[in-house]
Nanobody
Framework: QVQLVESGGGLVQAGGSLRLSCAAS????????MGWFRQAPGKEREFVAT????????TYAESVKGRFTISRANAKNTVYLQMNSLKPEDTAVYYC?????????????????WGQGTQVTVSS
């Protein structure tokens, strides 16, 4: 079965950096776009970043543009989220997801597999 396993979350001070990883198994990883989403306490899940099947096309939420970078290593079945200049408002559980299609997408409804999430906490 398909599994997506996130890692790399933790506690960091404002201005710091974290790198999230998401290891995929049970699917032909290189055939599908991938995305990162997050959910803060008391808030709805929101889009963070997405990357197409080859890694050539990316889209970011305005709130993270210029600070976060999504990338993928198809040979390792892994997608990454490099997060720099972290802010307290970035505190959330971060989820990776696999899309049904090759094209990058901001819409959560286009993703059919989700990881369990990794907690990111940014202290002020």
């Amino acid at each position: 079965q398909v599994q997506l396993v996130e890692s790399g979350g933790g506690l960091v001070q404002a201005g710091g950096s974290l790198r999230l990883s998401c290891a995929a198994s049970g699917l032909t990883f290189s055939n599908f776009a991938m995305g990162w989403f997050r959910q803060a306490p008391g808030k709805e899940r929101e889009f963070v970043a997405t990357i197409d099947w080859r890694g050539g096309g990316t889209t970011y939420a305005e709130s993270v543009k210029g600070r976060f970078t999504i990338s993928r290593a198809n040979a390792k079945n892994t997608v990454y989220l490099q997060m720099n200049s972290l802010k307290p408002e970035d505190t959330a559980v971060y989820y990776c997801a696999s899309n049904r299609d090759t094209r990058a997408s901001e819409a959560s409804a286009t993703y059919n597999y989700w990881g369990q999430g990794t907690q990111v906490t940014v202290s002020s």
